[in-house]
C-alpha cells in the first residue's frame, strides 16, 4: 500500500511540474516581452530584458525535463500492463521534450 500511494504521489509531482511550469514561465516572463503587432517593439522589449527572456527559457527547459520525468514514471507504472505501448509514450513523452527544447532554442538565439 505504501509502495503505490509513494508511486501516486511521484506521478502526481511529474504532472504538475509538465503543467504548472510552462504556464508560469509563458504568462510571467515570456509573454510580457511579445508585442504580436510590432516585432520591432519585440525585439526592443528582448534586448532590454534579456534576464527575463532567459528565466523564461530556463523554465522552459525545467519544463522539458519534467516532460521526461513524466514520461518515465509512466513507463514504470505501465511496463507491466503492455511493455510495447508504454515504451511508445516514453518515446513520445521524449520526442515532446526535445521538440520544447528546440522550439526555446531560439528564443536564446534572440539575445
Not at 88 to 107: H, K, M, P, Q, W
Request: glycine share 6%; aromatic share 8%; proline share 2%.
Amino acid at each position: 500500500m505504501k509502495e503505490s500511494l509513494r508511486k501516486s504521489r511521484v506521478l502526481g509531482i511529474a504532472f504538475l511540474i509538465q503543467s504548472v511550469v510552462p504556464i508560469v514561465a509563458n504568462m510571467a516572463f515570456l509573454s510580457p516581452l511579445i508585442n504580436a503587432d510590432d516585432i520591432h517593439q519585440t525585439m526592443v522589449n528582448v534586448a532590454g530584458h534579456a534576464i527575463q527572456l532567459q528565466i523564461g527559457v530556463f523554465g522552459e527547459l525545467i519544463t522539458a525535463l519534467g516532460i521526461i520525468f513524466l514520461g518515465v514514471v509512466l513507463y514504470q507504472a505501465l511496463r507491466k500492463e503492455n511493455a510495447i505501448m508504454a515504451m511508445t509514450g516514453l518515446c513520445f513523452y521524449i520526442l515532446e521534450a526535445v521538440l520544447v527544447v528546440v522550439s526555446r532554442s531560439n528564443d536564446i538565439f534572440l539575445l
